[in-house]
């Protein structure tokens, strides 16, 4: 490993720490993340509570949750196969982070949809004044 590497920083376009980010930041992403918080989900019960996300969606978005190394994919050699998904310790590492986020977003909705309707009230003006 390089020693004279520079430190992370998610603004610099070439940083590695972006790519992450913005899987953290994908809201199925930072959804899964969650809801395998309470310990291992079969692909049919994690859409179920994820809710409106599609299978192909999903699939994807678990694949590169594994290859970031954020859940384990473990399948049982059953018939019909079985396969379940669950955090690894660095996956459980961001449930602080996301429970967090996850507040401020519930705690400021009323906020932020009385300021959306601010803004969209004074863009519906400015046309009518045209």
């Not at 594994?66 to 396969?83: C, F, H, K, N, S």
């Not at 977003?105 to 969209?120: G, Q």
């Amino acid at each position: 490993m390089e020693t004279n590497a520079l430190p992370a920083n998610v603004l610099d376009p070439d940083c590695p720490s972006r790519v992450i980010f913005q899987r953290i930041g994908d809201k199925w992403a930072s959804l899964v993340v969650q809801v395998l918080a309470d310990g291992p989900v079969r692909f049919s019960e994690l859409r179920k509570m994820v809710h409106v996300v599609t299978p192909k969606v999903l699939t994807q978005t678990l694949r590169s949750l594994e290859r970031d190394g954020l859940i384990r994919r473990t399948v049982y050699a059953q018939v019909p196969p079985r396969v379940d998904y669950e955090l690894t310790a660095l996956g459980a590492s961001l449930l602080g982070p996301l429970k967090q986020l996850r507040q401020w977003a519930e705690d400021h909705v009323p906020s932020i949809l009385e300021a959306r309707d601010v803004y969209d009230d004074a863009q519906d003006e400015a046309v009518l004044r045209g």
